[in-house]
């Protein structure tokens, strides 16, 4: 049966089951994927650190023991559609349960994308003020990361909304650490190869505050019914970075 638990989710178990076991069945398996997401992103980083490859060969082992979780987690939702028909509340938990799994699913890709940089960058050296302030944009998103699983197991729309509104933290941060690597690689381009890496895996991790955020609004939709309609606090500006610095050298000459 594997990890999937859901492989119960065929009709004749479903059948000896009660729908709230269903529904607890449901978020046990989020519970399990969330706490996953969160092992793998940590590890990741660490893989990263250490210049590990160890380490990250068991983060793509984990992404796919998430991959899998996800899928089941479909499996389930639709025969509970399909066999039980929910109604309103109801059907708002299974269908958050779905979008919630998908962004969990792709945290995890996103740390096995982080921890992949740790083969590219084995022999580069390590410049320890970069990797301290990687390290600080990683252990925000991990926060927000276990608060919003926290806010989704209680039901709770004002924490999931703190998450969300906490996601321009991690975005000033991410702006910080992008300067801060622009100006390494400027001051030497043999710094070049390593920064980039480093910039990527920045950005993956800025990415991981944007699903911990779509999860918020998720957790907001199942407790109040209605989706939020307020812009997103978004703070990366790093987009416009370069522009901006082209435009100031051809200002200068």
């Known amino acids: ?88 509340e109801a059907l708002r938990h299974v269908i958050a349960a779905m979008r919630i799994a998908a962004d969990l699913e792709r945290i995890g890709d996103l740390g096995k994308n982080i921890a992949k940089r ?50 321009r933290q991690l975005d000033d941060l991410y702006n910080s650490l992008f300067r801060e690597l622009l100006t390494y690689m400027m001051e030497d381009p043999r710094n070049i190869g390593l920064s980039t890496h480093l910039l990527f895996g920045a950005k993956n991790i800025e990415r991981v505050g944007d699903h911990t955020t779509n999860i918020a609004e998720t957790i907001h939709y199942l407790v109040t019914g209605k989706n939020l309609t307020d812009d997103r606090p978004k703070g990366d500006q790093t987009s416009t970075t370069l522009i901006k610095s082209d435009l100031d050298r051809e200002e200068d000459s």
């Open 1 to 88: 049966m594997g990890i999937g638990l859901l492989q119960g989710a065929d009709s004749d178990q479903m059948q000896h089951r009660t729908y709230s076991e269903e529904l607890a069945l449901l978020d046990n398996n989020i519970a399990q994927m969330g706490g996953m997401a969160e092992h793998v992103l940590g590890l990741a980083f660490d893989a990263l650190e250490q210049r590990d490859p160890l380490l990250a060969g068991r983060v793509v082992e984990l992404d796919r023991r998430i991959d899998r979780l996800e899928r089941d987690i479909e499996v389930q939702v639709v025969a509970m559609i399909s066999q039980r028909q929910p109604k309103e």
């Open 118 to 167: 740790a083969l590219a960058i084995a022999h580069e050296p390590h410049p320890k003020p970069l990797m301290t302030g990687l390290r600080h944009i990683v252990e925000l998103a991990l926060r927000q990361l276990k608060d919003v699983l926290d806010a989704y197991a209680a039901r709770d729309a004002t924490r999931a909304m703190s998450v969300w509104h906490a996601d």
